[in-house]
């Protein structure tokens, strides 16, 4: 639905202008009979003057159009864009021409605004199609190329990629009548060392812009990243161009400036501290190479040493004294285990002492009874029996006359044996009594003489040594 048609006579009409633009009124084209012959300036196809439900004037094809047609194709919204803009030019006192196309063809501004005295010119662009940063620059660039300055106008809610790449802004459409058109991005303040988005009603920003209040200014390397609260959050804008005033500009190159110096001063600073550093660096280092410095670390070296042998020397020391201190220990130790251990044992031999000698003392008060009970076993004829065969013995032996010496007879000095003489010496014990063995040690000297084997067995398990018995295999007659 173009704004534009070309009328048979008069030529260009333009629907947002009074007069078409062309001295015609409205009702000079608008459902006249017959009707005027019309055409689309972008397709050639045929158009007729219509209203909107909102009094907007326009032209529409007739039907049957090509399809190609890029006027006929712009959405309601595009055309409305435009009205606005062509509007905000004019209220600025500048001329603004709708579907304006380069002599060859090279572009077509959607509303060109033409200052007063006709000298400058600047293309007003609503961009609605996706485009690329590439494409959106090299359309600038054709307009640069011809003298013509440029702003692309995005209306829809999320700011598109090409924004701030090139002269633009978004703008915010109005949902209730009355509302005015409103820069909502694009337009920009620097302060306190970073920009800020701002915005402003499209008429307002336009006459601004026309008027040379507002310019594009470039965000210096630093400040390209642009804080601003969407929605209860803030988010991060990357901003290359903004339309800002000559104030903010100065402002962020006199910012930059300063931070530049700034910087400056502290590599300075740095330069300084890394030289002073070096120096004295360089000054340690000679020292260290000069004879006084090696003797200075010699000696530290010497000092380091010593420190450490001390301190190995101390180590071995604790060494070998916690190894002489376990030693004592287990010495002390053994040495007390040892008293412990005789302690018991001469406790232990005390005690069999005493049990000892109570057997002892007990054996010789019952040594009397236990004697006569031994010899009470023997009827006199064996006693006699037994005699004769040790006096026989000796005789036929050694040739010795036994006998039993006058006042002879059992004696408990060996162990109620009776001793038998020969040339007045003792030559030996008869029949010594083996239970009583313990209280005459003496025996062990003796020669012992009795019946059978069966006595000098008993004898033997008394501690008599064999060889000190003689039996004569006398038979028990009892
Ligand atoms: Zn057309």
Request: contains cysteine; charged residues 30%; aromatic residues 8%.
């Amino acid at each position: 639905m173009p704004f534009v048609a070309l009328h048979p006579e008069v030529g260009r009409l333009d629907a947002t202008q009074p007069g078409l633009g062309a001295g015609l009124e409205w009702s000079r084209v608008y459902k006249v009979s017959p009707r005027v012959a019309l055409t689309c300036p972008e397709c050639a196809w045929g158009v007729h003057a219509k209203h909107s439900p909102s009094r907007v004037r326009f032209f529409c094809h007739d039907s049957g159009r090509p399809p190609e047609c890029s006027l006929a194709n712009e959405s309601w919204e595009h055309h409305m864009l435009k009205l606005e803009m062509a509007g905000a030019i004019r209220a600025a006192g500048w001329f603004a021409e709708l579907e304006v196309a380069a002599a060859d063809g090279s572009w077509r501004a959607d509303v060109m605004a033409v200052s007063p005295d006709g000298e400058r010119r600047m293309a007003w662009e609503a961009q609605l199609s996706p485009i690329t940063v590439e494409d959106i620059q090299a359309r600038t660039d054709r307009y640069t190329a011809e003298g013509v300055t440029v702003c692309w106008v995005s209306p829809h809610r999320r700011p598109p990629v090409w924004l701030g790449s090139v002269p633009s802004v978004r703008v915010r459409v109005p949902e209730e009548d009355g509302e005015p058109w409103a820069v909502d991005d694009g337009l920009g303040g620097f302060d306190s060392g970073r920009w800020l988005f701002q915005e402003a009603e499209l008429t307002q920003f336009v006459r601004w812009v026309l008027r040379g209040q507002l310019r594009p200014c470039r965000s210096l390397p630093h400040h390209r990243q642009v804080l601003r609260p969407v929605d209860g959050e803030s988010r991060w804008f990357l901003r290359d161009l903004w339309w800002t005033s000559r104030q903010s500009a100065e402002a962020q190159s006199s910012h930059e400036r300063e931070r530049r110096q700034r910087e400056e001063a502290a590599r300075q600073r740095e330069a300084r501290r890394q030289e002073l550093e070096d120096t004295s660096r360089a000054r340690r280092k000679a020292w260290l190479a000069s004879p006084a410095g090696q003797k200075a670390q010699r000696r530290r070296q010497e000092i380091r040493n010593q420190k450490e042998a001390r301190k190995r020397e101390q180590k071995a020391d604790n060494r070998r004294a916690q190894a002489q201190a376990q030693r004592d220990e287990e010495v002390a130790r053994h040495r007390a285990e040892v008293r412990e251990r005789r302690a018991r044992e001469f406790a232990l031999a005390q005690e069999r002492e005493a049990q000892r000698r109570a057997a002892m003392q007990d054996l010789e008060l019952r040594a009397h009874a236990v004697a006569e009970a031994w010899w009470a076993r023997l009827s006199r004829s064996e006693v006699e029996e037994l005699f004769r065969a040790v006096f026989d013995t000796a005789w036929k032996r050694e040739r010795l006359r036994a006998r039993i010496p006058k006042a002879g007879g059992v004696t408990a000095s060996f162990a109620y044996g009776i001793p038998v003489h020969a040339f007045n010496r003792l030559y030996g014990i008869v029949r010594p009594c083996p239970e009583l063995l313990p209280l005459s040690p003496q025996l062990a000297y003796h020669q012992v003489f009795v019946r059978d084997a069966r006595e000098a067995q008993a004898l033997e398990e008394g501690g008599l040594r064999s060889t000190r018995i003689t039996h004569f295999g006398l038979a028990d007659r009892s």
